[in-house]
């Protein structure tokens, strides 16, 4: 019936309309990937479907498209065609080459000619499942939403302009739907049409359908609601950095631009380092000295200046060093590339493995800002890994104590800047806090201090931007007290500032989580989520030292305490030992109370998931398409399980009624259900005349006379017995 | 089938053609002692078969032609003075009998109409203080007109409820209306009918049918519907227990008539609409709308949920 309810023209028509669909599809495959030759492949998309309407016998079919596939690929890649020598040699050692790729795994070394041929491949399965859509399901309704949802996608997040795409799509898709739904109706109410009459359905649906497009094309419409997403996608994948947008909304992760701060936050887990070192620590990028009342720039003291920094070359700028035996290395992975490199504090030189790749890397420091950034010929280039030598700075405690406040003019000038418009009450605030302390170190300490109290917050959401007239670190010290380490960093360096203490603000990241520990060494995943900033403070006596306000984590000072005396004032507020940076401080104990053992194990499970997640994915999925298909076909086995379940049941007098109502179970899964109202009786009469015997009659009287009769029936057992299992093997058969 | 209930249907069957339906939903009623209302037009053999039963059981046969002007003593009798014994004398009417057909029962008026139905559900009639028992078997059969013809005075609903069965005749098919005139045209069937069971046989029957083992779940089975008339919102008023209790006799007479000691729900749903059908009154909206209550309770019957374990283990 299927066969013959579709003519030839009606057919070509259909086609006619899936190939310029399909062109839809192609072109954007086209035009993003750079691809060539669409006429040629548009012409693989016409004859395949010219294969199908004209119903060609299958091996044919196949023979035709094969040759198709291996001249294109054959003419395209090597330029020879496909049956001299050198094309059947080229097409032997490429698909040589491939298979091995495959079964290695090996996905980058697959050739271009054979992902061609996949391409291919992929089209001949797209116009088989359309030939079935339209000629057995005679809907393509689904097709429709995913060519929608595909010109809909590119049209947002890559440069392909689908506006015009779209209305194409929806015109012929949707009059393509209706004459198919025509059709089904028709085939469902067995009309037989002629065209008149057919034409008298479709050609309204048509008119209608094009006047619809046109009133919609035609029509004004209101500019996009949503803010366009693609800038998102991309700083989510690091690339755009903290960019504002006019939402107000971030996504975390590490930017340039920090002349405007505040504003909430959106968690971005996407990895950005692996670093492999002994100990979690701080990554330093750069710093900022000028504090413009709303973010942080650059002043540019040194007009940009770069220096030069050979690979292995120790490296010369304003932080301190601890000594030379405490020296460590840092292996840094980079996940996504950024052009500068992490600094680890007292940071010594760079190298990288990726010399042997470009002889002329080196380094170039800002002297601005310390920011080091990776160059190869003169151009900023992002590398993949690189290797840190540092010694982490051990700050004497009698040198901190120091109460020297003479500090170098120059040093002065540039952190001790602050604008004009700074409200008083800052200032006086700063004087409040650092009220009794003597040495600069202690001030220092007691501004740090002042935001683990006195009511201050930390969130990323619902994070206040600073109006025009209002000062950022005002604002979140009197007003908000709610914010994030920009809020923090920020306010205490204008504080330190504020009661003469040069201070500086420095971006990085912090230490990430542990995710592999491999002897002394272990390995920390640094995520966007990890993009931090903190304060640098300059204390006379010992230079640089990092200060850490924000709520929730922890300094990663080091400090000597050589003074002998039991008296130190602040000892309820220092707990300064070399404690590991972290973000949420809860966290931290419970890891670190479990044996070592025990992490082992858990670690090996976790390690054991991790390292197979896509082999249980896989199993997952399989058990759920496993469970679905038996739920589908249940009525196909599900009696046998129940027959054979009940086969072993001995069958006497007391067990036949359990009996009788596991054979109308039994029935009912075979879809011989009996509706409530139906009695027994009439129920057997249909099943004996479906099955063509009278075992069911002679069951059910049986059963009735047991369950409505006073007296205990009586029948021959073995007759019942021989009844039923007739039964249980009609069902099952 | 029960041998002497088929011996008695096989024996109306001789006169009646094609109503075997009728014949057998007649001896329900007759076994389970209720009384039946035979609705139907004129001329399709009503009378017919209450003689031909009458006769077959061996029975008192008596005839009431109800007219409007028939009165309750036309009835169930007069007091009459005796001069000679100087004393009333009680002269029984023809209610007191064993199958009494009454005839078009709804030209009369309501007065003589409820008379006649307080000596049915009571089996007796009273006269001046006088009761006088009316001997078993009583079985009355009354027909009536459709109630839309002219000059009826439709029976009120509690009346109705007196009647175990309303069963319509219907017109015969043309085959069996040939055969119909074929046998008229020799002499009247009927003068031939021999009794197929004596009167002692039959309450003999009687007494047997009330001990027709009915199991709770069954039981349960009829209030359910009964119920289910009490609540569909065409119905202005479902049936009362009574009817519930008629279901029940009637449907272990129905199973004795199957010769089978049990009654199964097969036998509740035959007789559903038979026991059901006149004591459901519709609202008047629903009836303009062409319901009808044998609608309404085959409606019922399908929804219903019949009972398949021992009502202990439901």
């Known amino acids: 019936m299927i066969k013959n309810s579709f003519s030839l023209i009606e057919l070509l028509i259909y086609y006619i309309?899936?190939?310029?669909?399909?062109?839809?599809?192609?072109?954007?495959?086209?035009?993003?990937?750079?691809?060539?030759?669409?006429?040629?492949?548009?012409?693989?998309?016409?004859?395949?479907?010219?294969?199908?309407?004209?119903?060609?016998?299958?091996?044919?079919?196949?023979?035709?498209?094969?040759?198709?596939?291996?001249?294109?690929?054959?003419?395209?890649?090597?330029?020879?065609?496909?049956?001299?020598?050198?094309?059947?040699?080229?097409?032997?050692?490429?698909?040589?080459?491939?298979?091995?790729?495959?079964?290695?795994?090996?996905?980058?070394?697959?050739?271009?000619?054979?992902?061609?041929?996949?391409?291919?491949?992929?089209?001949?399965?797209?116009?088989?499942?359309?030939?079935?859509?339209?000629?057995?399901?005679?809907?393509?309704?689904?097709?429709?939403?995913?060519?929608?949802?595909?010109?809909?996608?590119?049209?947002?997040?890559?440069?392909?302009?689908?506006?015009?795409?779209?209305?194409?799509?929806?015109?012929?898709?949707?009059?393509?739907?209706?004459?198919?739904?025509?059709?089904?109706?028709?085939?469902?109410?067995?009309?037989?049409?002629?065209?008149?009459?057919?034409?008298?359905?479709?050609?309204?649906?048509?008119?209608?359908?094009?006047?619809v497009s046109s009133i919609a094309f035609f029509l004004p419409k209101s500019p996009p609601q949503w803010p366009d997403p693609v800038p998102f996608i991309k700083s989510a994948a690091g690339k755009g950095g903290s960019e504002v947008d006019e939402g107000g909304i971030k996504k975390v992760g590490y930017g340039d631009n920090d002349s405007r701060l505040g504003g909430s936050f959106v968690a971005d887990d996407t990895v950005v380092f692996l670093a492999e070192a002994s100990t979690k620590q701080y990554w330093r990028v750069e710093t900022k000295d000028v504090y413009t009342s709303k973010g942080w720039e650059d002043a540019g003291y040194s007009q940009g200046e770069l220096r030069a920094i050979a690979p292995g070359e120790t490296i010369d700028y304003s932080l301190p060093r601890g000594p030379e035996e405490d020296t460590k290395t840092a292996t840094i992975q980079v996940m996504d590339p950024y052009d500068f490199v992490i600094q680890p504090y007292g940071l010594k030189n760079v190298t990288s493995a990726m010399m042997s790749v470009h002889p002329n890397l080196e380094f170039m420091m800002s002297l601005d800002t310390e920011k080091i950034m990776s160059y190869v010929d003169r151009a900023p280039t992002a590398l993949t890994g690189y290797t840190v030598e540092y010694s982490k700075p051990v700050f004497q405690y009698s040198a901190l104590k120091d109460p020297t406040e003479e500090i170098d003019p120059m040093i002065g000038e540039r952190y001790l800047q602050l604008p004009e418009a700074l409200p008083d009450r800052v200032k006086d605030l700063a004087t409040d806090i650092v009220e009794g302390r003597e040495t600069?170190?202690?001030?220092?300490?007691?501004?740090?201090?002042?935001?683990?109290?006195?009511?201050?917050?930390?969130?990323?959401?619902?994070?206040?931007?600073?109006?025009?007239?209002?000062?950022?670190?005002?604002?979140?010290?009197?007003?908000?007290?709610?914010?994030?380490?920009?809020?923090?960093?920020?306010?205490?360096?204008?504080?330190?500032?504020?009661?003469?203490?040069?201070?500086?603000?420095?971006?990085?990241?912090?230490?990430?989580?542990?995710?592999?520990?491999?002897?002394?060494?272990?390995?920390?995943?640094?995520?966007?989520?990890?993009?931090?900033?903190?304060?640098?403070?300059?204390?006379?006596?010992?230079?640089?030292?990092?200060?850490?306000?924000?709520?929730?984590?922890n300094s990663s000072r080091s400090i000597d305490y050589d003074l002998e005396t039991d008296a130190y004032q602040e000892d309820a507020l220092t707990i300064e030992e070399e404690t590991e940076p972290d973000e949420v401080v809860e966290e931290e104990p419970e890891t670190q109370q479990t044996t070592p053992q025990e992490n082992r194990l858990s670690k090996n499970i976790s390690d054991f998931f991790e390292q197979n997640k896509f082999i249980f994915m896989l199993l997952l999925a399989a058990g759920i398409v496993c469970v679905f298909v038996l739920y589908k076909i249940r009525r196909k086995w599900l009696p046998k399980v129940y027959a054979a379940l009940y086969r072993r049941k001995d069958f006497n007098e007391s067990t036949f009624e359990a009996a009788f109502l596991q054979l109308l179970k039994l029935l009912e899964l075979k879809g011989f259900k009996r509706k409530d109202g139906q009695t027994l009786q009439t129920f057997a009469k249909e099943m004996d005349a479906y099955f063509e015997t009278g075992h069911m009659s002679r069951l059910t009287k049986f059963y009735e006379q047991s369950i409505y009769s006073k007296n205990a029936s009586k029948a021959d057992m073995s007759q019942m017995k021989e009844s039923w299992e007739y039964l249980i093997n009609q069902i099952t058969s | 089938?029960?041998?002497?209930?088929?011996?008695?249907?096989?024996?109306?069957?001789?006169?009646?053609?094609?109503?075997?339906?009728?014949?057998?939903?007649?001896?329900?009623?007759?076994?389970?002692?209720?009384?039946?209302?035979?609705?139907?037009?004129?001329?399709?053999?009503?009378?017919?078969?209450?003689?031909?039963?009458?006769?077959?059981?061996?029975?008192?046969?008596?005839?009431?032609?109800?007219?409007?002007?028939?009165?309750?003593?036309?009835?169930?009798?007069?007091?009459?003075?005796?001069?000679?014994?100087?004393?009333?004398?009680?002269?029984?009417?023809?209610?007191?009998?064993?199958?009494?057909?009454?005839?078009?029962?709804?030209?009369?008026?309501?007065?003589?109409?409820?008379?006649?139905?307080?000596?049915?559900?009571?089996?007796?009639?009273?006269?001046?203080?006088?009761?006088?028992?009316?001997?078993?078997?009583?079985?009355?059969?009354?027909?009536?007109?459709?109630?839309?013809?002219?000059?009826?005075?439709?029976?009120?609903?509690?009346?109705?409820?007196?009647?175990?069965?309303?069963?319509?005749?219907?017109?015969?098919?043309?085959?069996?209306?040939?055969?119909?005139?074929?046998?008229?045209?020799?002499?009247?069937?009927?003068?031939?009918?021999?009794?197929?069971?004596?009167?002692?046989?039959?309450?003999?029957?009687?007494?047997?049918?009330?001990?027709?083992?009915?199991?709770?779940?069954?039981?349960?089975?009829?209030?359910?519907?009964?119920?289910?008339?009490?609540?569909?919102?065409?119905?202005?008023?479902?049936?009362?227990?009574?009817?519930?209790?008629?279901?029940?006799?009637?449907?272990?007479?129905?199973?004795?008539?199957q010769d089978r000691d049990f009654v199964k729900p097969d036998d509740v749903q035959y007789l559903a609409p038979f026991v059901f059908g006149h004591r459901i009154i519709l609202k008047p909206e629903a009836r303009y709308e062409g319901v009808t209550t044998d609608e309404i309770v085959s409606r019922i019957i399908q929804k219903s949920v019949i009972p398949i374990k021992r009502f202990a283990e439901q």
């Open chain 1, 17 to 211: 309309v899936i190939f310029f669909i399909l062109r839809e599809w192609l072109v954007p495959i086209m035009d993003l990937t750079k691809t060539g030759y669409m006429e040629l492949i548009l012409l693989f998309i016409a004859l395949s479907l010219v294969i199908s309407l004209f119903r060609i016998h299958f091996i044919a079919s196949w023979l035709v498209k094969v040759a198709y596939i291996l001249w294109f690929i054959v003419f395209i890649y090597d330029g020879v065609f496909v049956l001299s020598a050198e094309g059947i040699d080229f097409l032997f050692s490429d698909f040589q080459t491939n298979i091995e790729a495959l079964m290695r795994a090996d996905w980058p070394h697959i050739t271009d000619p054979f992902r061609t041929f996949l391409f291919f491949i992929l089209i001949w399965m797209l116009i088989y499942l359309i030939h079935h859509w339209i000629v057995v399901r005679m809907n393509i309704f689904y097709f429709l939403l995913l060519t929608v949802f595909f010109v809909g996608a590119l049209d947002t997040f890559t440069e392909y302009d689908g506006s015009l795409a779209i209305v194409r799509i929806m015109l012929l898709g949707l009059i393509m739907t209706v004459s198919l739904l025509i059709k089904r109706l028709i085939n469902n109410a067995n009309i037989k049409m002629d065209l008149m009459k057919y034409l008298k359905l479709v050609v309204p649906v048509i008119l209608l359908v094009v006047a």
């Open chain 1, 440 to 553: 600069p170190y202690d001030k220092a300490r007691a501004i740090e201090m002042y935001f683990k109290q006195n009511g201050f917050r930390y969130d990323t959401d619902n994070i206040a931007i600073p109006s025009e007239e209002q000062d950022y670190v005002d604002q979140f010290l009197f007003e908000t007290k709610i914010g994030y380490c920009d809020n923090f960093s920020t306010s205490m360096v204008v504080l330190l500032r504020s009661v003469g203490i040069p201070a500086r603000w420095v971006k990085g990241f912090a230490g990430g989580d542990l995710v592999d520990n491999n002897g002394s060494m272990s390995t920390y995943q640094i995520t966007n989520n990890d993009a931090h900033s903190w304060v640098e403070a300059y204390i006379p006596s010992v230079g640089w030292v990092n200060f850490e306000p924000t709520i929730g984590f």
């Open chain 2, 1 to 257: 089938m029960h041998k002497q209930v088929e011996a008695i249907i096989e024996n109306i069957e001789k006169v009646m053609i094609g109503k075997r339906e009728v014949a057998e939903l007649s001896v329900v009623a007759l076994l389970s002692g209720g009384h039946v209302l035979l609705e139907d037009v004129p001329g399709v053999g009503k009378t017919m078969m209450v003689k031909a039963m009458a006769k077959s059981v061996g029975a008192e046969f008596k005839r009431i032609q109800f007219t409007p002007d028939l009165l309750p003593s036309d009835v169930i009798g007069v007091s009459i003075y005796n001069p000679k014994t100087l004393q009333f004398e009680f002269r029984p009417g023809p209610i007191v009998g064993n199958i009494i057909l009454a005839d078009e029962i709804n030209r009369t008026s309501p007065k003589t109409q409820s008379a006649l139905l307080e000596s049915m559900e009571e089996a007796s009639v009273t006269i001046d203080g006088e009761t006088l028992q009316i001997r078993r078997p009583f079985f009355v059969m009354a027909t009536q007109n459709p109630i839309e013809y002219e000059g009826t005075y439709p029976l009120p609903e509690a009346q109705l409820d007196r009647f175990l069965l309303k069963i319509k005749m219907g017109y015969p098919s043309a085959q069996e209306e040939v055969e119909v005139l074929r046998r008229s045209s020799n002499s009247e069937p009927i003068v031939h009918l021999t009794p197929a069971i004596s009167l002692d046989e039959l309450l003999e029957l009687q007494d047997e049918v009330r001990n027709v083992y009915i199991e709770d779940s069954v039981k349960s089975y009829i209030v359910q519907l009964a119920r289910a008339t009490r609540n569909i919102s065409e119905v202005y008023l479902g049936v009362s227990p009574r009817a519930s209790i008629a279901l029940m006799k009637a449907s272990q007479a129905y199973a004795k008539m």
